[in-house]
């Protein structure tokens, strides 16, 4: 790694670490969730700078897409009444929006940079595609895919279990 | 295909497939016995394939050898004892009864491909799929506090030591671009391209993770906690299986990646080992709950067969099989007493619980004595067979320090299991006499405490049947 690329790995990294700090600290969930994104974005990019797109593309799809989404729901959902409107409008006055905004737009900018000035990956050697992680999974580690469906199959049973609402008499 | 994969693998694909069909059977139907059924007779296959399965590699990520097959063999009849406990203990609680069930095969499995793996990966995907299932089952009493606060701690612990370990997985591959134990060990011998300032703190940090799960002395915290909190025949699970399958990996690991040749690990483990062995038979001394005292006692032992781990060659090994056999066997039979006491609102974790037992019910307290003997290390019993073969293989290597502390320690440990003996036999005042506390073992829980006791009391006259059965299995992974 060397030049741009180093110094947009040590932004995107201290981004890293100042939203997750920030993530765990808020008192709002809704807010912290707000971090959490970031934090991911930033991870994403963390992945971009070390010469791996793929991984950073799934972190962007995965993580901050599908994952994040549904928390922000659930705790939106989670607050549905007649207090809901009030405290929506709370949620989101002032500051609340400004500071995963201002470490978005760093990143934002850091990937835009590194795009216009087509600054080599550093970091591996080789650029891995999706077909190489795909053959990989349903080659060699063909095994580890189907443990991974068993540990979503006891995730899946253990929070049913655990989160059902019996019915009160 | 079949013959390469699905045969070898049979162990690991029942134990899989029952739990899928004991989730589908649920969502047909709810109803205990079938789901328990369903899950004895899942287990008690895979027990039985275990014993004529070829032996095979299974692509990089799994080795089926006599090794891992006779760590699935020991999981699975663990399995079948913690599911018959469970089914009397769950019938007289609240709640959803068959998601255990579920929740117990997953949890099994992932012990099973512990014992199997020889990479990274299957390591730890092994290691998270029995976590998942653990933690669910450790707060499976879902409406009462204890076993909720205990679930929660022990998924921030096991969380966070998934990380240690994840990181020290991480330095070792960007050492030596390998995740297979073979290779690392080939690597390391080679000595080229070694960075012994990435690799070592690797080791350390996978040493940590593996710690965790054992519960040796710095990373022992949680166990207490978390014995007292589960359910009686989870925390059988937690001692037995989830140790168990962690010290199969911990001794493929030591020996595949040939780990007693980097000099700063064995000076690690001797600490480790050491620390153990006074902190586990020490905090005990003082503590009037059974389940914390066996909490403890379990950190001792677990600090014993460290011990034989780090002696090391054939001796070595064989003492660390054979320690494991007889603390499955006397740990499931202490927890089965303890599950076949609780009465429905609490589990019997006071030892009070414990006092004139043998003036009540006279075969529960001779089954507990015996196991406590054994735990102890009482000569005729397996316990005593266990701790001889460790210093045997010691002595052999004159590790003469480890040994001395291994004596010193399970003397002082004497002592808290001898209290709880004593409690048994102590005559009942009048108040406790007149408390109708008078309750029939349930037959199947009955059946398994007596094979137990029976188990360890033949193994403790006559163990050269099982030595000859560990010295095959060993003979693979040397």
């Known amino acids: 790694m060397s030049g741009p690329m180093e110094a947009a790995f040590y932004v995107a990294a201290a981004v890293a670490v100042v939203s997750t700090l920030l993530a765990i600290s808020r008192l709002v969930a809704v807010h912290a969730l707000l971090y959490l994104i970031v934090s991911f974005l930033s991870v994403a990019v963390v992945f971009y700078t070390m010469g791996a797109p793929l991984v950073a593309t799934l972190e962007v799809i995965i993580y901050a897409g599908a994952i994040l989404v549904l928390f922000l729901f659930v705790v939106m959902m989670l607050n549905l009444g007649t207090r809901d409107r009030d405290q929506e409008r709370q949620w989101f006055s002032g500051a609340a929006w400004l500071g995963p905004a201002i470490l978005s737009a760093i990143l934002l900018a850091e990937v835009i940079y590194l795009i216009v000035s087509g600054a080599t990956t550093g970091g591996l050697s080789a650029t891995v595609g999706p077909k190489e992680v795909a053959l990989a999974l349903y080659g060699p580690y063909m095994i580890g895919v189907e443990l991974a469906s068993m540990l979503l199959l006891g995730a899946v049973v253990g929070a049913t279990h655990l989160s059902k609402q019996e019915a009160r008499p | ?478």
Request: net charge positive.
């Open chain 2, 1 to 478: 295909m079949i013959a390469d994969y699905i045969i070898p693998s049979l162990p690991l694909l029942l134990v899989a497939g029952t739990s899928v069909v004991v989730m589908l059977a649920v969502a047909v139907r709810r109803n205990h016995s079938v789901a328990f059924g369903l899950t004895l007779l899942g287990l008690a296959a895979s027990f039985c394939s275990a014993f004529f399965v070829p032996v095979r590699q299974l692509g990089i990520l799994l080795t089926v050898d006599r090794y891992g097959l006779f760590f699935i063999g020991l999981i699975a009849a663990a399995a079948m004892a913690v599911a018959v406990l469970a089914h009397g203990y769950l019938a007289e609680r609240e709640g959803n009864k068959e998601e255990f069930y579920i929740l117990l095969l997953v949890a099994t499995l992932g012990a099973m491909v512990l014992a199997c793996s020889s990479h990274f990966v299957s390591l730890f995907l092994g290691l998270e799929v029995l976590s998942i299932g653990l933690y669910s089952l450790i707060g499976y009493l879902r409406e009462r506090p204890l076993p909720v606060e205990a679930g929660i701690k022990y998924l921030v612990l096991a969380a966070s030591s998934s990380a240690f370990l994840l990181f020290g997985i991480a330095l070792v591959y960007a050492d030596l671009g390998t995740m297979e134990f073979s290779r690392i060990a080939q690597l390391a011998a080679s000595g080229t391209n070694l960075h012994y300032d990435l690799l070592l703190p690797g080791v350390a940090l996978i040493l940590t993770g593996i710690g965790f799960k054992l519960a040796l002395a710095p990373f022992h915290m949680w166990t207490p906690d978390i014995y007292q909190g589960a359910p009686a025949p989870v925390t059988a699970f937690v001692a037995t299986i989830s140790k168990g399958g962690m010290f199969a990996l911990l001794l493929r690991y030591f020996s595949q990646s040939r780990l007693d040749l980097f000099s700063p690990v064995l000076v690690v483990f001797s600490i480790i080992a050491i620390a153990s062995m006074f902190a586990g038979n020490l905090l005990a001394l003082f503590e009037n709950n059974v389940k914390r005292i066996l909490a403890y006692s379990s950190i001792a032992h677990m600090g014993y067969v460290l011990v034989a781990l780090e002696v090391g060659g054939q001796a070595g090994a064989g003492a660390v099989i054979f320690y494991l056999v007889a603390y499955f066997i006397m740990t499931l039979g202490a927890f089965a007493v303890v599950t076949v006491l609780s009465p429905r609102e609490r589990d019997a974790d006071q030892i009070d619980d414990y006092r004139g037992l043998f003036w009540r019910r006279p075969w529960l307290a001779l089954g507990f004595t015996a196991m406590l003997l054994s735990l102890a290390g009482i000569p005729l019993t397996v316990g005593f067979f266990g701790k001889f073969y460790i210093i045997a293989a010691g002595a052999a290597t004159g590790a003469w320090a480890l040994i001395l502390i291994l004596v010193i320690t399970s003397t002082i440990g004497l002592f808290y299991y001898l209290r709880v003996v004593v409690a048994l036999f102590q005559k009942q005042t009048e108040t406790e006499a007149a408390a109708p506390t008078r309750r029939r073992t349930a037959p199947a829980a009955a059946l398994v405490l007596s094979v137990l006791t029976l188990v360890l009391i033949w193994l403790g006259v006559f163990p050269s049947p099982l030595l000859r059965i560990i010295q095959a299995a060993i003979h693979t992974l040397l």
